[in-house]
């Protein structure tokens, strides 16, 4: 999966779309709810509940429509989660059961086996299909294009000077292949526009001497 989740996750973002924080909200969700979710974790009813209103403020706070109270209601209910396994943690080394409570995770661990190898196959596809799922943008036709190379950072925390992505159109004749070629520069340079204008970077600005904001640039072979 490592081989090819970068190709596949450049090629389900439709063309000229921006990510916004919707999806970042969704994915958490997921993490904490799914059948794959955190909320799995444990067989504590308040610790689901207290899951449950994470979540939900997640989803309304990246909806724009949560409230003080949601959030002060999200926030206690965080750090009750936390308090409770300090709590276990803290107490089994003094607990008379405590060679029970561990005999019982470590079955807990065993039946969730399946659960652990699934977890990020489950969420690479779930995170395609809402990036797939995205409106907007001057989305080009399916199967108009494919991804071919992709450059840059080797890593999440490495950034690249320059990236490059390499593309192969396709076209039924040279009209199409023009106006994809015009969606294809009008998105690079839209991108380039977000994160300057996201970074708070303009042309001129200077970072360690080398310039600050990022460019784009589309070469027909």
């Not at 924080?21 to 308040?46: M, P, Q, R």
């Not at 995205?134 to 999440?156: F, H, M, R």
């Not at 490059?164 to 690079?188: Q, W």
Request: glycine share 8%.
């Amino acid at each position: 999966m490592s081989q090819t989740w970068p190709r596949r996750l450049a090629e389900a973002v439709p063309v000229g779309v921006v990510i916004d924080d919707t999806v970042l909200a969704k994915i958490l969700v997921w993490s904490l709810t799914s059948e794959f979710g955190a909320i799995h974790t444990t067989d504590h009813a308040n610790t689901k509940g207290w899951i449950h209103t994470i979540a939900d403020y997640i989803t309304a706070d990246a909806a724009g429509t949560c409230t003080a109270d949601q959030r002060e209601v999200a926030a206690r209910a965080a750090r009750a989660a936390w308090n409770a396994t300090a709590a276990r943690v803290a107490r089994a080394p003094w607990d008379w059961a405590a060679w029970t409570v561990r005999a019982a995770w470590v079955a807990r661990d065993a039946r969730a086996v399946p659960i652990r190898e699934g977890f990020y196959p489950a969420l690479s596809e779930y995170i395609l299909a809402i990036l797939r799922d995205l409106p907007g943008g001057p989305a080009l036709p399916a199967g108009s294009y494919v991804i071919t190379n992709l450059t840059g950072g080797n890593s999440v925390n490495s950034i690249a000077s320059d990236g490059l992505i390499e593309m192969r159109l396709s076209a039924g004749n040279a009209a199409a292949y023009k106006a994809l070629l015009e969606a294809v520069t009008k998105a690079a340079a839209a991108g380039a526009a977000a994160e300057n204008a996201f970074r708070g970077v303009k042309p001129g600005d200077l970072t360690a001497g080398a310039p600050a904001t990022v460019r784009s640039k589309v070469t027909p072979s």
